[in-house]
């Protein structure tokens, strides 16, 4: 008679008030409306209001009318994916955003090169740049314009930054969730700074800028359009990481479309209020020549003070490295349970509850970034492949609804908002595709190779016996050294 094998994870689901058992290792439900707000928040406004009215403005040849039509737009394609992510993290119930919406629904082969794109390439790229951007604006006000900021010590305090924000996601979901709400309050009062600045002068007769809004600096150019709605994405970007962790968040049927509603709603305001601030001041000319549009707006309008920009820049960029680094991990953590990545991955700490190997294995490759790589290249063509997977995610809603119609849907969003956000996204990836084809063209390549990494893990994989002692060894020896075990417990 053959002994049954103990399952890994005892099949108890939570119930509707996420009540699951203290003493098992699992990742828990500790993220409530304030945490989510300020998950989502903290993770939109990063950099991006800080750097890409230049983008947004340029794509659009300098009229002022149509770059704020430009956000306005970029908002309500932002809200629309929202909606589209919140139904379908209600549907599955599972942690690992992207990657669990298309494991589920295109199958194990689209789902692994999801996850080992954001692995080695995407999630190491955008720490590296937030890293950067953070030393950068620390340094800057030290040295001063009259010489150029030392390399070596940009790139050493890039590492401090990271990991620093390692060790607080280590040691616990609680402690990061309390860090992005200060780094939340922080990053909004420095925009409020500037805001109210902005609405003073603008009282004050600075209007200039607002005579002609709609006339271009410059000649309209197709090419350019897909930049203004890159950059202006790229400053919405990031709604979706709280659906990435949605089995850590109470009442996720409650929690996410109110935090989605109140965070998108703040954030427009910010942004559109933020852009007319700039305007009051900047002419369109002088931001299209700004590589950092609230250093230069704050030297004008701050004075001896412009250095507390900076530092609220700073601040921002940390936000939304440590809103990546928790929502990042739990794809790599989701990946592995599901065996699509290797079992280390879903590893939790047996004390602190975080899914440690999770946030330190792709640490190597950060570094790499950081030292030796392009990464704004990178981001050019990573944005791409992002756009490729978001849109795949949209498709979700309208195949489930035709395919399944009994399928039991707990957040039923309108059907015509995932068609807006599909069509949006068609439209800008074939702008890009035209406008920029060798980034497009290393995109694709990069799919390629994940695609041909599968196939050879998959061999791999179909040859149990000769491999399984070596990962029985590597699996016990990371447990040990890092006290940590599969999780304990089914959390969806």
Same mark, same amino acid.
């Given at each position: 008679?053959?002994?049954?094998?103990?399952?890994?994870?005892?099949?108890?689901?939570?119930?509707?008030?996420?009540?699951?058992?203290?003493?098992?290792?699992?990742?828990?439900?500790?993220?409530?409306?304030?945490?989510?707000?300020?998950?989502?928040?903290?993770?939109?406004?990063?950099?991006?209001?800080?750097?890409?009215?230049?983008?947004?403005?340029?794509?659009?040849?300098?009229?002022?009318?149509?770059?704020?039509?430009?956000?306005?737009?970029?908002?309500?394609?932002?809200?629309?994916?929202?909606?589209?992510?919140?139904?379908?993290?209600?549907?599955?119930?599972?942690?690992?955003?992207?990657?669990?919406?298309?494991?589920?629904?295109?199958?194990?082969?689209?789902?692994?090169?999801?996850?080992?794109?954001?692995?080695?390439?995407?999630?190491?790229?955008?720490?590296?740049?937030?890293?950067?951007?953070?030393?950068?604006? +620390?340094?800057?006000?030290?040295?001063?314009?009259?010489?150029?900021?030392?390399?070596?010590?940009?790139?050493?305090?890039?590492?401090?930054?990271?990991?620093?924000?390692?060790?607080?996601?280590?040691?616990?979901?609680?402690?990061?969730?309390?860090?992005? +709400?200060?780094?939340?309050?922080?990053?909004?009062?420095?925009?409020?700074?500037?805001?109210?600045?902005? +609405?003073?002068?603008?009282?004050?007769?600075?209007?200039?800028?607002?005579?002609?809004?709609?006339?271009?600096?410059?000649?309209?150019?197709?090419?350019?359009?897909?930049?203004?709605?890159?950059?202006?994405?790229?400053?919405?970007?990031?709604?979706?990481?709280? +659906?990435?962790?949605?089995?850590?968040?109470?009442?996720?049927?409650?929690?996410?479309?109110?935090?989605?509603?109140?965070?998108?709603?703040?954030?427009?305001?910010?942004?559109?209020?933020?852009?007319?601030?700039?305007?009051?001041?900047?002419?369109?000319?002088?931001?299209?020549?700004?590589?950092?549009?609230?250093?230069?707006?704050?030297?004008?309008?701050?004075?001896?003070?412009?250095?507390?920009?900076?530092?609220?820049?700073?601040?921002?960029?940390?936000?939304?490295?440590?809103?990546?680094?928790?929502?990042?991990?739990?794809?790599?953590?989701?990946?592995?349970?599901?065996?699509?990545?290797?079992?280390?991955?879903?590893?939790?700490?047996?004390?602190?509850?975080?899914?440690?190997?999770?946030?330190?294995?792709?640490?190597?490759?950060?570094?790499?970034?950081?030292?030796?790589?392009?990464?704004?290249?990178?981001?050019?063509?990573?944005?791409?492949?992002?756009?490729?997977?978001?849109?795949?995610?949209?498709?979700?809603?309208?195949?489930?609804?035709?395919?399944?119609?009994?399928?039991?849907?707990?957040?039923?969003?309108?059907?015509?908002?995932?068609?807006?956000?599909?069509?949006?996204?068609?439209?800008?990836?074939?702008?890009?595709?035209?406008?920029?084809?060798?980034?497009?063209?290393?995109?694709?390549?990069?799919?390629?190779?994940?695609?041909?990494?599968?196939?050879?893990?998959?061999?791999?994989?179909?040859?149990?016996?000769?491999?399984?002692?070596?990962?029985?060894?590597?699996?016990?020896?990371?447990?040990?050294?890092?006290?940590?075990?599969?999780?304990?417990?089914?959390?969806?």
């Amino acid at each position: 008679m053959t002994k049954q094998k103990r399952p890994i994870y005892k099949q108890r689901i939570p119930d509707e008030d996420n009540n699951i058992s203290e003493d098992k290792v699992i990742l828990r439900p500790v993220v409530g409306i304030s945490g989510s707000i300020a998950f989502i928040v903290g993770s939109i406004i990063g950099t991006g209001i800080f750097l890409s009215p230049t983008g947004v403005l340029d794509g659009v040849s300098g009229s002022v009318g149509w770059s704020l039509v430009v956000w306005v737009l970029c908002a309500l394609i932002a809200v629309c994916g929202a909606y589209c992510y919140i139904e379908l993290g209600t549907i599955f119930k599972k942690s690992g955003g992207d990657f669990t919406f298309m494991d589920e629904v295109y199958g194990p082969m689209v789902g692994y090169v999801r996850v080992w794109i954001m692995f080695f390439m995407g999630g190491p790229t955008w720490s590296a740049v937030q890293c950067l951007v953070v030393a950068l604006y +620390i340094t800057t006000p030290v040295v001063g314009d009259c010489i150029e900021t030392p390399y070596l010590s940009v790139r050493l305090l890039a590492v401090c930054v990271l990991m620093l924000t390692l060790l607080v996601n280590g040691y616990s979901t609680t402690l990061a969730t309390r860090f992005q +709400i200060f780094y939340t309050i922080a990053k909004t009062v420095g925009l409020i700074v500037i805001i109210v600045s902005g +609405i003073v002068m603008l009282f004050g007769g600075h209007t200039d800028n607002f005579q002609h809004p709609f006339q271009p600096q410059e000649p309209f150019s197709l090419r350019k359009l897909p930049q203004a709605f890159y950059a202006g994405s790229f400053a919405y970007s990031g709604w979706s990481f709280l +659906i990435f962790v949605v089995e850590e968040v109470k009442h996720p049927l409650k929690t996410l479309p109110l935090s989605m509603n109140i965070s998108l709603a703040t954030v427009t305001i910010i942004y559109l209020l933020a852009n007319i601030s700039y305007l009051t001041i900047l002419t369109p000319r002088e931001i299209l020549t700004s590589d950092a549009v609230a250093a230069t707006y704050s030297v004008r309008v701050l004075g001896s003070w412009s250095w507390t920009v900076w530092v609220f820049v700073a601040i921002s960029a940390v936000g939304t490295l440590n809103s990546g680094v928790f929502s990042r991990t739990r794809m790599s953590f989701a990946a592995s349970r599901e065996g699509r990545f290797p079992k280390i991955l879903s590893f939790i700490h047996i004390k602190h509850r975080t899914p440690l190997l999770a946030i330190l294995l792709p640490v190597p490759i950060t570094l790499v970034l950081l030292f030796w790589a392009n990464v704004w290249f990178m981001i050019n063509f990573m944005g791409f492949v992002e756009v490729i997977f978001q849109t795949m995610c949209y498709c979700i809603i309208p195949y489930i609804r035709w395919t399944q119609p009994e399928r039991e849907i707990p957040f039923k969003t309108n059907i015509s908002l995932s068609i807006i956000a599909i069509a949006a996204n068609v439209i800008l990836l074939i702008l890009t595709i035209i406008s920029v084809p060798i980034d497009c063209l290393v995109g694709v390549l990069f799919i390629g190779v994940a695609t041909v990494i599968y196939f050879i893990d998959k061999s791999i994989s179909s040859h149990p016996d000769k491999y399984s002692r070596i990962t029985k060894k590597v699996n016990n020896f990371f447990q040990r050294l890092f006290l940590s075990i599969p999780q304990e417990e089914r959390t969806y």
